[in-house]
């Protein structure tokens, strides 16, 4: 469904919700039976009714979400207001909420309901959700209600959520997904069935997409079962946490000059790797994996501070989950929080990707990373001794590793 055709729809509705009447946008039995509007919210009292009637959504963001007093958070995809509304009461007086609604009869209905629920907190923004109106960094929780689905560009979508996050933010949403990619004649008559599953993702193409943007911790879980492998589902996922000024996102080629910058300096120190010169670019790509590289970046300069990559450690069937990786900060930026704060970002993208064992080798006098390591659930193996000759002399490695729970 195109973005046009989207707008004029709800704009339809939000118009007959203005004027008292019901609104739904699949059928009647499919949006009781489903559970989609109200009957996806444990509590609506006190909110407008007109908040109420045009509820669409195939599920409780808000609760999804888990607000705390104080948070900013932004709904997408916002209608009538009832999860911005929901959200004020959960952030209180202290705490902000958006809603950002492309259509125009949305935004003035939601006002209007803003306006009768007394709510001074809430601010309700027209604009499209693939391009947020709000600056980098400006707030805690995305949440959104079956909207995803029908964005004609869920990458800008998500990358402009993971944008407008604070590092440590989270994304709670309700959403309709498929369990498997339907055929064309079984997507149109879901399509008609249920009016919000056009465009739907899979769970897989769901979080495939949430990790190439740069979040981790993300879980899919289905919810109700509307037929024809259309499912309600709860999606969450966090942005990377780090020190302040900073933002952990996925690297990207444009990275190369500082991210070999930074490894060169980390292999002068001499307590790096046996290595002596960092590889040029291509080197680097080729013997890494393509996913699970992440940087940490200024905000305010976009300069790199620090890195994290995986490389696999067999191309045998049997290692799929093995993978060994390497983490290195600006000298300048050392002592800093920087390496604890990708190690855990990288921890969590690869326990997502199905990574059962990561590991490494240290020196024993690189102390401070071995301190790092340790304190983020890696433990020393074993001592590979004399193992190499680097500057003249012959050291030892410390193979250390960390595996998924019960792996």
Known sequence: MAHEEVVDRYSALARAALDGEKVVDCSPQEFDRGGFGPAGYDETAGLPDAAVRVSLG????VAVAELHTGETVLDLGSGGGIDVLLSARRVGSYGKVYGLDASADMIELARSNAREAGAANVEFLHGAIEAIPLSDHSVDVVISNCVINLSSDKAATVAESFRVLRPGGRLGISDVVTSQILDP???VAAERRI???AGSLTVAEYRDLLAATGFVNATVTLTADHGDHVHSAIIHAV???????????PM???????VLAIYQAGLDTGQASFETAAPSWDGFTTGRLPHLRYVATDTHTGEVVGWVAASPVSSRPVYAGVVEHSVYVHPGCQAHGIGRALLTAFVAASQDAGVWTIQTGIFPENTPSLALHQALGFRIVGTRERVGCHHGTWRDVLLIERRVTGA
């Open 239 to 249: 942005k990377p946490a780090c020190p302040p000024g900073l933002e952990i996102r």
């Open 58 to 61: 195939c599920g409780d963001p």
């Open 195 to 197: 009016g919000c599953v």
């Open 252 to 258: 990207r080629e444009a990275d190369a000059a500082q």
């Open 185 to 187: 004649a079984r997507r």
